[in-house]
């Protein structure tokens, strides 16, 4: 009876164990890309879905927004949204496409880092309207 609660508790920390943390194939985030000493905070969203090989990351809270669908056309399609300025129109938005090639094929672009160097320091509160599920992790990296 021991030996099996000691194998179960093993289970159990194996299954709850989070290093390196494995992000999952669809998600979605947003946040702040923050500049402190040029005084740059630019709200970001992006969206993650390797499933279905589609990913969006949106700059400047919304201003620009990129794609990346690598199901379309041959190698992938990478699309741009941006206000564009010329001689007769003021910040008209444009779509700009880039088609994928045989050398340069168009992939998901995630946005959480790699973390295998990073070490689990423990969960934080969770926060108003959040969940703790995996967003309030706190890491650091580990000094091996
Ligand atoms: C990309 O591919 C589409 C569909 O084949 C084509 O209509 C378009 O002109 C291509 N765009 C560029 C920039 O090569």
Do not use: H
């Not at 290093?19 to 194939?25: H, I, L, M, Q």
Request: with cysteine.
């Amino acid at each position: 009876m021991k030996f099996v609660l000691v194998v179960l508790s093993c289970l159990l920390a194996g299954a709850f164990a989070t290093k390196p943390p494995k992000w999952p194939d669809v998600y979605s985030v947003s946040g702040m890309l923050t500049i402190p000493y040029a005084e740059i905070n630019e709200p970001f969203y992006a969206w993650y879905d390797k499933t279905n090989g589609r990913s969006r990351v949106d700059y400047y809270g919304g201003m620009v927004k990129t794609y990346q669908l690598t199901k379309q056309g041959d190698y992938g399609v990478s699309l741009k949204l941006a206000p564009v300025t010329t001689q007769n129109q003021m910040n008209k938005e444009t779509c700009l496409q880039v088609n994928g090639s045989a050398s340069y094929k168009i992939d998901v672009q995630g946005i959480l880092p790699y973390v295998r160097d990073f070490q689990l320091l423990g969960k934080l509160a969770p926060s108003i309207g959040g969940d703790s599920t995996g967003r309030d992790q706190r890491m650091d990296r580990s000094r091996s």
